[in-house]
């Protein structure tokens, strides 16, 4: 007993010992300081042939990068000078239209497929920066269908799918992406989720765990799987709906169904970037992976030039009383 | 070298060897707990011929006969023995522990081994040593004693990984017990699995490796458990701040058989005692057995299990809803091996091994949330390990007194769980998804070597050659791997050793860098991934000086490696249910080169030693760094430690170690632009930044008392004692600060966004801990 009785001292002794150690214990937190880089002009761009009459087809938007501590709200270059290629060939300068709060040539012009564009943009204190793409060839949705109510999603509201069918050309790498808008408001995008495997394997597509994260407001992919065959794609959104009178409905809405043929730089630049704003939600289970820059096809800059080719079909949602 | 010119070399020793007489062989044991001593010297006085008893505690020493032969055998801490011998025969040496019981913290090939044998670039520790060290949380670890150690490095704050020579931890071949371990650590990686209390021997191999270690390429760590006190029962317990152990160890038969069992566990929840919402718990058990079947025959059973388990449990109720997810991380090691050692004839010795290793990680996650009726459920699971059955077989044959021959095979079936997932969700409303992806691969690997040791006066050489195959589906990779290590004896003081290894090694370890839990997968080599291989040459010069009293030594090593994966950036096998192969880098190149000093005193009263290190490792991929070579993530250009150990009276002993790192590489973000998703961070160069520095001083002295019932021991350290802030990682914060106006007759609270600040987390600082340890 006294062996028993000596050994409960000890471990009580311990107890005290590892309570008081522990005690010590804190996280700490050190600023660092960082090396602050020189500025770079960043360029936004994207451009197709045909667009509604109300957009402007050729818009361009301009800005810098800062210091990654600087807190100071991003503001858009407005007095840089950039010209316009079309096939090396010098089109025109552009001007800044307020009213756009972009770039845009005087006169309205549509960019053709075929065709090779560039862009090049001087402004003092920065280098100057130039980028070159295309259009590439359509492929036209070949048939679609839309189930306005395909379900409730775990919050409770309805949720519709839309498949579209398409063929994918044999021979090329093509790229493509799936958007849906309000029909009068092209800015209006809506959050979208597959089941498809070939988009469900980009590794730009969010994790099954990362369901706290918002849904991506387009749909990329590329034809390494379905190269040269005739596909359909089924997606998901959650329509615009209320609840009147403890009634669930959906709302009358006109929606347009984007399918872009994309060239690769366009895909790269967006898979990208998901890739990137979606790796920022790391996790202390699963582990963090490395850091991703976002792609850029600018020289000395930062961003995106690149073309696409539309394809839209035009939908009406009726009201549908849900439960 | 064509196959004449290696024939020549190969077969040189036979032509340099005399006759021999006779021939004693047996093993050499410490008297008290009969365990096996490894490393004792076995000398004959007259002819001074000698030799060193293997990993088995076994020798054999072939002699001119000669009525005066005069065999001593000694081993540092031990008393010597003598036996005068003229015939061939089998005798085993029991040494009584008694002398210079202080002496020889780390042994770097101790005394004239240290000069003379054919091995460089090893260290070897002994646990009674190890224990007097300053611990982690009071808890002694002998991987972070061999980051005090040239060319071993840390890979982070308080880390038990060792990367060494610019290698990643997957490239170490650690052995217990012969049997091949994957990952060995216990507490978020903060400490190992190895008992101290359970373990005999450790001995570290950085370079010039002998060609019975092979499918590694950057080290050779093996760990031997202790057999058990064959004489007497014995228990030993300590009780931890961050676990507690228990050992037992006796006879089963006297001097026939013996067992040792051990077992440590978590047992103070630290986690729950901060109220972090965190439960962790971790375990292991060791126990090995040993049966004496004859005089030439010993079996052994050995198992390990260990197993840690994390978990976080969010719930949250309220009237006709509730939520509750729990996220469970869970990691662990199991082996269980049955070894024959057989002494065929006074110069063939041969160990047979049947094993079973498995390693695994599994992530759970569960998700339910109910409203009224409504029940949505999500569960998904991650698992990846891998599963080994191994077969082996090793002979030394002391073929000559001069001049000895290992062989061997084995044969390792794999089983592979790179990325096993499954995803099941039932939310309302929705189809359920169920998802499941199996990524299980099987492969066969089989090795064969031969090792030549030709220890002469003034010089000594050990070649080998491995070769190895590897058999994935269709694929079929072979290896050949010459290794050669020569020693240049100038004098009895003064040596030059020089090495080249081929090393090759058919699994890869995919890991997440920066925090986190341990997310390990191993991977195999396939139809698409190849085998990793690498080419080492290490130059080194060994001295003794002060009279003995200090050994010196300087080694360069140069590493090329090639055939290294590494995720794609931003790539993760999280929740994407499909082939790992996609989300890798392939072909990936690395160069190690590096300088080591290492100054020792390994005898006398106080003891110690000072290592330094200068070091490059770099990393090429086609596709990161825009194909340019960049710092391995745990470069470390210098890297010191200073150890010693100060036994003040024959109970009350001192030490202290100060270790020293430059920062290692880190890749940030410099600029910012912006994007359709908000601010578009640019990140520099891979790894072009230095974290700060890393220094800490830590302390311990160990007080034992002698008692009716046994020994006691109290153990006082400190860790980081002049409070040094370490980094860990870096990262991003803004502060926000909140404006409250309480004018007009309300409070109007209003946030604002501050500064965005780069920080260092620093994990420990200036942290005493206590542990308390019994042996009756």
Redesign the interface.
Known sequence: MN?INM?LN??L???F??????S??????????????K??L?L?STFTSFTPPYVKPLQVRL?????????SQ?KQITDAKILWYENDQLLDSLYFDDTLNAYTLREFYFPVEGANYSIEILKDGYKNISAQNFIPPGVPIQDYKLVSFA????D?LA?SSVSITFNDPEHTENYYEIIVTDVSNEKNKYRLWT?EKII??E?W?P?????DSKLPQRLLFNDKQINGTEKQIVFYFTPEQVIDKGKLKIRYSIIDIYLRSVTAEYYRYYT??????Y?QK?????????????FTNVENG??IFAGFYNDAVTIEIDTLTIR | MTLNKFLILFLLPLGLLGQEKITVSGYVFDEITGEPLIGAHVNDKVSKLGTVSNEAGFYSLTIPQSDSALIIVSFIGYEKKMERISKTQLINFKLSPGIEISEVTVIQSAGGDFIRKNEMSAVKLQPKQVNKLPGF??ETDIMKVLQLTPGVQSGGEAKSDIFVRGGSPDQNLILLDGVPLYYVGHFGGFLSIFNTDAIQDVNLIKGGFPARFGNRLSSVLEISMKEGNSSKLTIQGT???LSSKLLFEGPLVRDKASFMISARKNL?P?FK??DAGIDYNFYDFNAKATFKVSEKDKFFLSAYSGNDNVS?INSFNAENISQRDN?T?SWGSQFVALKWNRIFSGKLFGTNTIAYVGYNNK?N?DYT?K?DT?T?R?E?QIRSGITDILFKSDFNWYLKPRFNIRFGQHLTFHRFMPNDEK?N?D?????G?K?VYNSQEQALETGFYVENNVPLKNFGFNFGMRFSSYHIKSQNYFSLEPRALLNCIVSDNFSIKYSWSRMNQYIHLL???????P?DYWMPSNQTVKPEGSIQNTLGINSVIMNGNLEVSLESYYKKMNHLI???????L?????DWT??IEQEGNGTAYGLEFFLQKPRGKTTGWLSTTISKSDRVFVHLNEGKSFPFKYDRLIDASLVIIEEVTKNISLSGNWSYGSGYPV????????????D????EKVNSFRM?DYHRLDIAVNISKETS?GEQTWTFSIFNVYNR?NPYY?Y???EHLVSIDNSGGGIRVTGI????????????????????S?EF
């Open positions: 062996y050994i000890r471990v002794i311990f107890c010992f590892a309570f008081i150690s522990w010590c214990q804190t996280d700490m937190e050190l600023e660092i300081e960082l090396p602050e880089p500025k770079k960043v936004n800005w810098n990068s800062w210091p990654v501590l600087d807190t991003a379900g409730l999603n775990n409770n949720y089941n469900t394997e590794p597509y994790s099954v765990l990362s369901f990208t970037l998901l890739q990137h704003k790796n790391g996790d202390f289970f699963y582990g963090l992976s490395e850091p991703l820059n976002v930062y961003g | 949380f009071g009780l931890g701040l103070v630290v005692i901060l976080v996220r991380n992530n996650f949330l409203r409504l949505d999500l998904s995803f969700a939310m309302n409303g929705q189809p998804v998802r890991t997440y860098s920066g925090v986190g839990m997310n590494t995720f794609k950036a931003g790539e993760s999280i929740g994407n249910l499909k996609k989300t890749t940030l973000p410099t600029e910012k632009y912006p994007g359709e998703l908000g578009v961070l640019v990140f700060r019932w802030r870096y991003f914060d803004r966004e501050g500064d965005m600040r780069l920080l260092q987390k620093s994990l420990f600082r200036f942290f005493p801990s206590f542990a308390y019994f």
